[in-house]
C-alpha cells in the first residue's frame, strides 16, 4: 500500500475478499516466495483450497499466515480486521468502540476487543530505545475533574520520535525515573518549571527550564537552541481534544493503550498509508 492517503473506495478495491486479505498478511510477513524453513530451499508458495494457509512448491510443507498473531482462530472476517485497521491509521482523533460497532456491523463487545487489540499493536511498535540529543519532557492531566484524572508524561525526541506513559505522580522521585528509563544519560532536557524536574541536573542531563507561571514558552539558549516544551504540548491538545470528542472518558487502566495509539500515529505520520502495512507486519 503506498504511502498516499487512500479512499475507503480504493481499500476495498484493493481487499475486496477474505483471499485478498490473507495473501496480504502472507506477503507481508512471510512473502509469496521465500526460503522454507523446513527444507531451507528459496521457493514459492501456493495458497491451499480448504485451509488459511500456504504450501511450499519444494517440500509442500505449511504456512499460516495469521498463526501466532491476533488474528490466529479469529471468527471475525479479515477484511473486517483489515478496514478496522485501516481506520485506525487514517484517523487523526482516534476511533471509538461504537463507531467501530457502526462501522464493521458487530457487537460492540467485538468492536471494543478489535479495538483494544489494535491500540496494542501500535503501542508495541511504538516502543522505542533511549531517546537522545534534545528532549522534551511533559506532565498532563486527563480525564475528568482533579480528582481523577489520570497522570501523563510525554517525552520526544526535539523532531524526532515520542514516547507517552501513564504515571502513578508527578514527583521528583518518579519524573526521575521515567527519565532514566527513556533518555539517553548526558541529553538536553527541556521542561516547564515543575519542581519534580529539579534532580534532572543532578541525574547527568543538561536541564532547561521555561517559565509557564510567566507566560514564557521559549527561550533562546547561549548555543542558539530554543528552551521549550512545544512539541510534547502539540501532541497533549490533540489527545486532550481526542478523548473529549471521540472516547468521552478514558480510565487509568487502559490509558496507556490509547498513548500507545496516539503515538504510533505522531511518530510514523510520514508514513501516511504505510501505517497500514507496518502493523500488518507486527499482528
Not at 477474505?18 to 508458495?45: D, I, P, T
Not at 473486517?80 to 457502526?102: D, Q
Not at 510534547?232 to 498513548?259: A, G, P
Not at 510514523?268 to 501505517?275: A, D, L, T
Request: proline fraction near 2%; charged fraction near 25%; glycine fraction near 8%.
Amino acid at each position: 500500500m503506498a504511502n498516499t492517503k487512500i479512499t475507503v473506495r480504493e481499500f476495498f478495491a484493493r481487499f475486496p475478499t477474505e483471499e485478498a486479505c490473507l495473501e496480504h498478511v502472507m506477503n507481508v510477513r512471510f512473502g509469496l516466495r521465500h526460503a522454507c524453513e523446513k527444507c531451507g530451499k528459496e521457493a514459492s508458495f501456493h495458497r491451499l483450497a480448504n485451509r488459511p494457509a500456504y504450501s511450499c512448491s519444494q517440500c509442500g510443507a505449511h504456512v499460516y499466515p495469521c498463526a501466532g498473531t491476533i488474528l490466529q482462530d479469529t471468527r471475525t472476517p479479515l477484511q473486517m480486521w483489515f478496514y478496522a485497521i485501516y481506520l485506525f491509521v487514517t484517523t487523526r482523533h482516534g476511533v471509538s468502540g461504537k463507531e467501530l460497532e457502526r462501522q464493521l456491523g458487530v457487537t460492540y463487545k467485538t468492536a471494543w476487543r478489535i479495538g483494544h487489540q489494535i491500540r496494542k499493536l501500535m503501542g508495541n511498535v511504538s516502543a522505542y530505545e533511549q531517546l537522545s540529543g534534545h528532549i522534551e519532557m511533559d506532565e498532563a492531566f486527563v480525564g475528568g475533574r482533579n480528582s481523577v484524572k489520570t497522570v501523563v508524561v510525554g517525552i520526544k525526541e526535539r523532531g524526532g520520535p515520542m514516547v507517552a506513559v501513564r504515571a502513578p505522580d508527578v514527583t521528583r522521585y518518579t519524573l526521575q525515573l521515567l527519565a532514566l528509563r527513556h533518555i539517553k544519560h548526558g541529553s538536553t532536557v527541556s521542561t516547564d518549571e515543575h519542581k519534580g524536574y529539579h534532580l534532572l541536573t543532578r541525574a547527568g542531563y543538561t536541564h532547561h527550564t521555561v517559565k509557564h507561571s510567566a507566560k514564557e514558552y521559549a527561550r533562546r539558549l547561549p548555543d542558539g537552541d530554543l528552551a521549550s516544551v512545544n512539541e510534547v504540548e502539540s501532541f497533549w491538545r490533540v489527545f486532550k481534544n481526542s478523548i473529549r470528542s471521540t472516547h468521552i472518558h478514558v480510565s487509568s487502566k487502559y490509558m496507556n493503550r490509547y498513548l500507545g495509539e496516539f503515538t504510533f500515529r505522531s511518530n510514523h505520520r510520514e508514513m501516511k498509508n504505510g501505517m497500514f502495512d507496518l502493523l500488518v507486519s507486527v499482528l
